[in-house]
């Protein structure tokens, strides 16, 4: 069974940082895209940022220059550190990764994990 496990969230005030960790544990093929998303209370889930596998990085144009995703295969892990933090950054923050269900990745399924909260006071 694949597990996401995010960390690193926390309460900052507007102009500080956060580094976000994401570890993937259960998954036994290397192909994978991953992606980091919030959801603010009465909002819709957006994306924030997101790496494929062939390690293309988009962002929303909200974070850009102040956000960077990267993500070391080795730890299987996913990082989102964000800067300049402002009050509308506070939201619940999830790790997404989309996995392959099978050795010759015909078909894929995207996992999620529990979320971090992130907090940001003016």
């Known amino acids: 069974q694949v597990n996401l496990v995010e960390s690193g969230g926390g309460s900052v005030q507007a102009g500080g940082s956060l580094r976000l960790s994401c570890a993937v544990s259960?998954?036994?093929?290397?192909?994978?895209?991953m992606g980091w998303f919030r959801q603010a209370p009465g909002k819709e889930r957006e994306e924030v940022g997101y790496?494929?596998?062939?390690?293309?990085?988009r962002y929303a144009d909200s974070v850009k220059g102040r956000f960077a995703i990267s993500q070391d295969n080795a730890k299987n892990s996913l990082y989102l550190q964000m800067n300049s933090l402002k009050p509308e950054d506070s939201a619940m923050y999830f790790c997404?990764?989309?996995?392959?269900?099978?050795?010759?990745?015909?078909?894929?399924?995207?996992?999620w994990g529990q979320g971090t909260q992130v907090t940001v006071s003016s």
């Open positions: 259960g998954y036994r093929y290397t192909t994978k895209s």
């Open positions: 790496i494929d596998n062939h390690e293309s990085i």
């Open positions: 997404a990764a989309d996995l392959c269900t099978n050795a010759l990745c015909f078909g894929r399924v995207r996992r």
